[in-house]
C-alpha cells in the first residue's frame, strides 16, 4: 500500500522558536496534501489543502502566516509553526492523495507531536 | 452540508465478546463513509470505505460496517475483541469531487475503545 512518512515524529522546542514538519509520499506521487491538528482526545481539524505548485488554502480560523504551508514537490509538504508557543503544541497529521485517475483515497502519516516549552 | 456523529465517546468490551461502534452521518449528497483507527501517538489507518456499492462492507483485522440509507447510519463491529484493537476509531464522511476523486474528510470525535483480558 501506499505510504506516507512524517518527520519528525517528535518535537521538543522553545517558546519563539520554529519548527518545520515535513510530509513526504514514499511510493507514490501526491497531487494534494492535507495538514491536521488534533487536539488531546478530539478529533482531527483541518488545517489546511496543499496542492502541488501552488498557495495552500487555509480553513477558517487556522492562520496562514503562523503556519506555512510548503508544498514545492509531488512528494513532499513541509509544515512550518513560525513563533511557535505553548498553545501550538499538538498532533499534526498529514494525508496525501495519490495523483492520477480514480485513485481519490487518502493515505495518512504517523503524526509529529510538537511540544512547545 | 456533511457531518458526522459517533454516539459514544469510550466503548469497553471484554476480550473475545462483539465489538459496535456506532455511527451517524448527515449528508446532502451520496456518501462516501470511512471508518479509521488510530493507536497512541500513530497515525490513522484505513478500516474499511463505503462508496455506493455493497452496503455491507468487510474491512481489515476481521472489522465491517453496514451502510443503512434508512437509518443514515454507517457502524462498526467485529465479531470477537482482541486485545489489540484497543484504540481511537473515527468515522469519516467524505462527499465525491466531480471526476471522481474524494471530497474533504469530515471526522467524528472519534470513539474509544477499551477491551479488557
Known amino acids: 500500500g501506499a505510504v506516507v512518512s512524517q518527520h519528525p515524529s517528535w518535537v521538543i522546542c522553545k517558546s519563539g522558536t520554529s519548527v518545520k514538519i515535513e510530509c513526504r509520499s514514499l511510493d507514490f506521487q501526491a497531487t494534494t496534501m492535507f495538514w491536521y491538528r488534533q487536539f488531546p482526545k478530539q478529533s482531527l481539524m483541518l488545517m489546511a489543502t496543499s496542492n502541488e505548485g501552488s498557495k495552500a488554502t487555509y480553513e477558517q480560523g487556522v492562520e496562514k502566516d503562523k503556519f506555512l504551508i510548503n508544498h514545492a514537490s509531488l512528494t513532499l509538504s513541509t509544515l512550518t509553526v513560525t513563533s511557535a508557543h505553548p498553545e501550538d503544541s499538538s498532533f499534526y497529521i498529514c494525508s496525501a492523495r495519490r495523483a492520477g485517475p480514480n485513485t481519490g483515497e487518502l493515505f495518512f502519516g504517523e503524526g509529529s507531536r510538537l511540544t512547545v516549552l | 452540508a456533511q457531518s458526522v456523529t459517533q454516539l459514544d465517546s469510550h466503548v469497553s468490551v471484554s476480550e473475545g465478546t462483539p465489538v459496535l461502534l456506532r455511527c451517524n452521518y448527515s449528508s446532502s449528497y451520496s456518501p462516501s463513509l470511512f471508518w479509521y483507527v488510530q493507536h497512541p501517538n500513530k497515525g490513522l489507518q484505513l478500516l474499511l470505505k463505503y462508496t455506493s456499492a455493497a452496503t455491507l462492507v468487510k474491512g481489515i483485522n476481521g472489522f465491517e460496517a453496514e451502510f443503512k440509507k434508512s437509518e443514515t447510519s454507517f457502524h462498526l463491529t467485529k465479531p470477537s475483541a482482541h486485545m489489540s484493537d484497543a484504540a481511537e476509531y473515527f468515522c469519516?464522511?467524505?462527499?465525491?469531487?466531480?471526476?471522481?476523486?474524494?471530497?474533504?474528510?469530515?471526522f467524528g470525535k472519534g470513539t474509544k475503545l477499551s477491551v479488557k483480558p
Open positions: 469519516v464522511v467524505s462527499v465525491m469531487n466531480y471526476g471522481g476523486s474524494q471530497g474533504n474528510l469530515i
